[in-house]
């Protein structure tokens, strides 16, 4: 089972907490973390954070993991749920391996310790109704009521908790409080509930208890009873802790675990509720709890999101004492970097419009040899694509009437058949309804191969399928599932996006759908796609979109406008404005922006995130004069920006000659995308030169063949299935191993020296 890489996690309380318990010898230097859900629904990207926070902390010093399924409430639990949550664990790179246990597992032990409490006078059996214990609760300004049978001898709660647990009593007709303190201001110790009658069928008990105790009860007897030192949740629980510590120490439980509360994953235009989740599921608004549209581990699975980009926005989202909101943007960036290495590049044609080349040889197909990955990536691999007399372009790259700075296809007008040919349009045909048909077009013979003949240029480069190869499949583009950028609504299903999948009939090349080929693609031009695992299963091809090329959606803008954003050629990020497509600028901000078009040579895409804030303006032409000016912009919109607004940090927390540097150190390859963002972390966090954190840090890219070998070893050591496709013939899974390898070395390793250690130790 693969663990995320051990490369210097950042600092937070809880780590400082845990070194600080084993430094002074606590619970013997033991460290035993759980990871504790209720096995009443899937896991979802929140439980991402806290899975890899109780593993990764267990691993870290050199402890265990326990995943404790907390099964007190039968109504609402099955086995489909529990083995749902051990796969996905397992998916997400942890293996609990023989610490798998469940509350129910201790149902005897716990109720002897509400027995214990009975007979310690801090326990009593109550008659009131669930409406009757809100009322005698009080209020923030009132103490609660007692019960009138808070003072039930010892014998006769002894003798009516034994009718509850034998079923002599209707359900709803009593249960076990603690007797705590009716007047305490935290109204968990109000002489919370205890135990309840429900006669109802346990999916591991059966049929044996018939009554099952409180969560808050069950959970901190569980840890105990597991010897769990460090007890991990989320901030809604920092007011149970009283009462967990209350029990445990009515219990005289020595030495007991501690409870320690941090902030939960909240992410922007997501759904986070279990009890939201179910209804959308039983409802029909989703095809299942792995619809790929629903933020769970299996929806986000199926959509072609990788455990690697959960497990790096779990370390980079940070650990924190207060709630916050995280951009969906900031994960959707992490996805990117992480598709971008591992996803081959493909042609796709999601809107077919067909284009005929009336002076193309008759009967003539040439075949192309075009990569799979970018030549920066430093990856393997071809794929062949032939080139007829007629192929389909993207209507959306068509316009009779074509904008200002429209640099695709038009009447009169030229593109570049990327990887192929210059094309001119000479006529339009269109069907009696007046829609465009098909494109009568001149191909440039002298250009085929991507040649450029002197004084041959074209500004635009399109996508394409030919039509004698191109294979039709289905594609689903999946947008966000509710069209508010914070849910509230007591009625949520008000707040879901009517166009969150949109599917289509898209024509892809021969290389997408091969026997053996890769299940993530970049669709060129168009964003990252993935094989639906549950449809291929069933012998059909239908490819989800993961996401976008780049941020594209809005809440102003029309659901589904993503896939047309991602066309544009580079990202319009700001930290003051929401990025959009084409959106109409202030005269203060077009001034900027003109004046950066000016001076740098910017194109106006890269140059609107920029403009959009007047200090990310002047930290940009800082930076720019100690870089190339087009690679400032790019790590500046990319990487800059993101990382100044998901820490609500301000531009001149970073000094723009240092910013510069740091991207002259990329473009000399002395620093791979992984280091630059860690070298941009410390900048902005206490400053310095970028210089000098590469060499504390320890962050240049390794080319030392012995130490990138240790890297390859490891990681073809870690994935024997892998190897034996690649050696069976899968040969683009070159691009898997070499990316792993990247990954192991934290992005070290220098991907040239990796890639041939790799071709040699897999030969």
């Given at each position: 089972?693969?663990?995320?890489?051990?490369?210097?996690?950042?600092?937070?309380?809880?780590?400082?907490?845990?070194?600080?318990?084993?430094?002074?010898?606590?619970?013997?230097?033991?460290?035993?973390?759980?990871?504790?859900?209720?096995?009443?629904?899937?896991?979802?990207?929140?439980?991402?954070?806290?899975?890899?926070?109780?593993?990764?902390?267990?691993?870290?010093?050199?402890?265990?993991?326990?995943?404790?399924?907390?099964?007190?409430?039968?109504?609402?639990?099955?086995?489909?749920?529990?083995?749902?949550?051990?796969?996905?664990?397992?998916?997400?790179?942890?293996?609990?391996?023989?610490?798998?246990?469940?509350?129910?597992?201790?149902?005897?032990?716990?109720?002897?310790?509400?027995?214990?409490?009975?007979?310690?006078?801090?326990?009593y059996v109550c008659d009131l109704s669930d409406?009757?214990?809100?009322?005698?609760?009080?209020?923030?300004?009132?103490?609660?009521?007692?019960?009138?049978?808070?003072?039930?001898?010892?014998?006769?709660?002894?003798?009516?908790?034994?009718?509850?647990?034998?079923?002599?009593?209707?359900?709803?007709?009593?249960?076990?409080?603690?007797?705590?303190?009716?007047?305490?201001?935290?109204?968990?110790?109000?002489?919370?509930?205890?135990?309840?009658?429900?006669?109802?069928?346990?999916?591991?008990?059966?049929?044996?208890?018939?009554?099952?105790?409180?969560?808050?009860?069950?959970?901190?007897?569980?840890?105990?009873?597991?010897?769990?030192?460090?007890?991990?949740?989320?901030?809604?629980?920092?007011?149970?802790?009283?009462?967990?510590?209350?029990?445990?120490?009515?219990?005289?439980?020595?030495?007991?675990?501690?409870?320690?509360?941090?902030?939960?994953?909240?992410?922007?235009?997501?759904?986070?509720?279990?009890?939201?989740?179910?209804?959308?599921?039983?409802?029909?608004?989703?095809?299942?709890?792995?619809?790929?549209?629903?933020?769970?581990?299996?929806?986000?699975?199926?959509?072609?999101?990788?455990?690697?980009?959960?497990?790096?926005?779990?370390?980079?989202?940070?650990?924190?004492?207060?709630?916050?909101?995280?951009?969906?943007?900031?994960?959707?960036?992490?996805?990117?970097?992480?598709?971008?290495?591992?996803?081959?590049?493909?042609?796709?044609?999601?809107?077919?419009?067909k284009v005929t080349l009336t002076n193309w040889?008759?009967?003539?197909?040439?075949?192309?040899?075009?990569?799979?990955?970018?030549?920066?990536?430093?990856?393997?691999?071809?794929?062949?694509?032939?080139?007829?007399?007629?192929?389909?372009?993207?209507?959306?790259?068509?316009?009779?009437?074509?904008?200002?700075?429209?640099?695709?296809?038009?009447?009169?007008?030229?593109?570049?058949?990327?990887?192929?040919?210059?094309?001119?349009?000479?006529?339009?045909?269109?069907?009696?309804?007046?829609?465009?048909?098909?494109?009568?077009?001149?191909?440039?013979?002298?250009?085929?191969?991507?040649?450029?003949?002197?004084?041959?240029?074209?500004?635009?480069?399109?996508?394409?399928?030919?039509?004698?190869?191109?294979?039709?499949?289905?594609?689903?583009?999946?947008?966000?599932?509710?069209?508010?950028?914070?849910?509230?609504?007591?009625?949520?299903?008000?707040?879901?996006?009517?166009?969150?999948?949109?599917?289509?009939?898209a024509l892809v090349e021969p290389a997408i759908?091969?026997?053996?080929?890769?299940?993530?693609?970049?669709?060129?031009?168009?964003?990252?796609?993935?094989?639906?695992?549950?449809?291929?299963?069933?012998?059909?091809?239908?490819?989800?979109?993961?996401?976008?090329?780049?941020?594209?959606?809005?809440?102003?803008?029309?659901?589904?406008?993503?896939?047309?954003?991602?066309?544009?050629?580079?990202?319009?990020?700001?930290?003051?404005?929401?990025?959009?497509?084409?959106?109409?600028?202030?005269?203060?901000?077009?001034?900027?922006?003109?004046?950066?078009?000016?001076?740098?040579?910017?194109?106006?895409?890269?140059?609107?995130?920029?403009?959009?804030?007047?200090?990310?303006?002047?930290?940009?032409?800082?930076?720019?004069?100690?870089?190339?000016?087009?690679?400032?912009?790019?790590?500046?919109?990319?990487?800059?920006?993101?990382?100044?607004?998901?820490?609500?940090?301000?531009?001149?927390?970073?000094?723009?000659?240092?910013?510069?540097?740091?991207?002259?150190?990329?473009?000399?390859?002395?620093?791979?995308?992984?280091?630059?963002?860690?070298?941009?972390?410390?900048?902005?966090?206490?400053?310095?030169?970028?210089?000098?954190?590469?060499?504390?840090?320890?962050?240049?890219?390794?080319?030392?063949?012995?130490?990138?070998?240790?890297?390859?070893?490891?990681?073809?050591?870690?994935?024997?299935?892998?190897?034996?496709?690649?050696?069976?013939?899968?040969?683009?899974?070159?691009?898997?191993?070499?990316?792993?390898?990247?990954?192991?070395?934290?992005?070290?390793?220098?991907?040239?020296?990796?890639?041939?250690?790799?071709?040699?130790?897999?030969?």
């Amino acid at each position: 089972m693969a663990t995320p890489p051990e490369s210097s996690p950042p600092p937070h309380f809880l780590r400082a907490i845990v070194a600080a318990d084993q430094a002074r010898g606590a619970y013997g230097g033991r460290v035993v973390t759980r990871f504790p859900p209720e096995p009443n629904g899937y896991l979802h990207i929140g439980h991402a954070k806290s899975i890899c926070l109780n593993f990764g902390l267990a691993a870290e010093f050199g402890g265990v993991c326990h995943l404790r399924y907390d099964d007190t409430n039968p109504s609402t639990e099955s086995v489909e749920y529990v083995n749902a949550i051990l796969e996905y664990v397992n998916w997400l790179g942890f293996d609990p391996k023989d610490k798998v246990f469940f509350a129910s597992d201790y149902f005897g032990k716990i109720y002897e310790y509400a027995v214990h409490l009975v007979k310690k006078g801090k326990a009593y059996v109550c008659d009131l109704s669930d409406e009757q214990i809100r009322e005698t609760r009080g209020s923030t300004t009132e103490p609660g009521r007692p019960s009138p049978f808070r003072d039930r001898s010892v014998e006769e709660n002894l003798r009516l908790l034994e009718g509850m647990k034998n079923g002599e009593f209707a359900e709803g007709s009593r249960v076990l409080r603690a007797k705590i303190d009716m007047a305490n201001p935290n109204f968990k110790m109000r002489d919370p509930l205890l135990y309840r009658i429900r006669f109802a069928h346990h999916y591991r008990t059966g049929n044996t208890w018939k009554i099952y105790p409180f969560y808050d009860f069950a959970h901190c007897l569980s840890d105990a009873i597991e010897g769990i030192t460090h007890s991990i949740c989320t901030l809604e629980f920092e007011n149970n802790r009283e009462l967990y510590d209350w029990i445990l120490a009515e219990c005289d439980l020595r030495e007991p675990p501690h409870q320690y509360e941090f902030a939960r994953l909240n992410l922007t235009w997501t759904v986070m509720s279990k009890r939201r989740f179910l209804k959308l599921v039983n409802d029909g608004h989703v095809a299942g709890w792995d619809d790929p549209r629903m933020p769970t581990l299996a929806g986000l699975r199926r959509r072609g999101v990788t455990p690697e980009s959960l497990r790096t926005l779990a370390e980079r989202v940070g650990v924190a004492k207060a709630n916050s909101v995280v951009e969906v943007e900031f994960f959707e960036n992490i996805l990117r970097d992480d598709l971008n290495s591992r996803a081959p590049r493909g042609l796709a044609v999601l809107r077919p419009l067909k284009v005929t080349l009336t002076n193309w040889p008759a009967g003539r197909v040439d075949t192309i040899d075009a990569p799979l990955f970018p030549a920066e990536l430093a990856l393997p691999g071809t794929r062949s694509l032939t080139l007829s007399g007629s192929c389909f372009i993207d209507a959306s790259d068509f316009a009779e009437a074509p904008p200002k700075g429209w640099h695709r296809l038009a009447p009169s007008g030229e593109v570049r058949l990327r990887h192929g040919c210059v094309i001119r349009c000479d006529d339009v045909i269109k069907n009696s309804e007046g829609v465009v048909t098909e494109l009568r077009c001149t191909a440039d013979l002298d250009t085929l191969g991507g040649r450029a003949p002197v004084g041959r240029k074209v500004k635009g480069v399109v996508h394409w399928v030919d039509a004698t190869t191109a294979v039709p499949v289905e594609v689903r583009l999946y947008d966000r599932l509710v069209n508010v950028e914070k849910p509230t609504a007591d009625d949520f299903l008000s707040e879901l996006n009517p166009k969150s999948l949109e599917t289509l009939t898209a024509l892809v090349e021969p290389a997408i759908v091969a026997p053996g080929a890769a299940t993530h693609w970049q669709f060129e031009r168009t964003g990252y796609f993935f094989r639906d695992p549950v449809d291929a299963a069933m012998g059909k091809t239908a490819f989800n979109r993961t996401v976008t090329l780049r941020e594209g959606w809005t809440a102003d803008a029309p659901a589904g406008a993503g896939a047309d954003a991602a066309i544009a050629p580079t990202p319009t990020v700001a930290i003051t404005e929401k990025p959009g497509a084409a959106k109409a600028l202030s005269p203060e901000v077009a001034a900027r922006r003109d004046a950066l078009v000016a001076r740098w040579a910017l194109p106006d895409a890269a140059a609107r995130p920029l403009a959009a804030d007047p200090e990310v303006t002047t930290l940009f032409e800082v930076a720019a004069a100690n870089a190339t000016p087009a690679a400032v912009a790019s790590f500046v919109a990319n990487v800059v920006v993101g990382e100044l607004r998901s820490a609500n940090r301000a531009p001149p927390s970073l000094d723009g000659a240092a910013l510069g540097r740091l991207v002259a150190l990329t473009e000399a390859g002395t620093l791979g995308a992984a280091q630059a963002r860690r070298v941009l972390a410390v900048l902005l966090a206490e400053g310095g030169h970028p210089d000098a954190i590469v060499a504390r840090e320890g962050l240049a890219k390794v080319s030392d063949p012995a130490q990138v070998r240790a890297w390859v070893s490891a990681v073809i050591e870690a994935n024997p299935g892998e190897v034996a496709r690649y050696r069976a013939g899968q040969a683009t899974l070159l691009g898997f191993f070499v990316g792993k390898v990247l990954k192991l070395s934290g992005g070290k390793a220098d991907a040239a020296v990796a890639q041939a250690l790799v071709a040699e130790a897999l030969s």
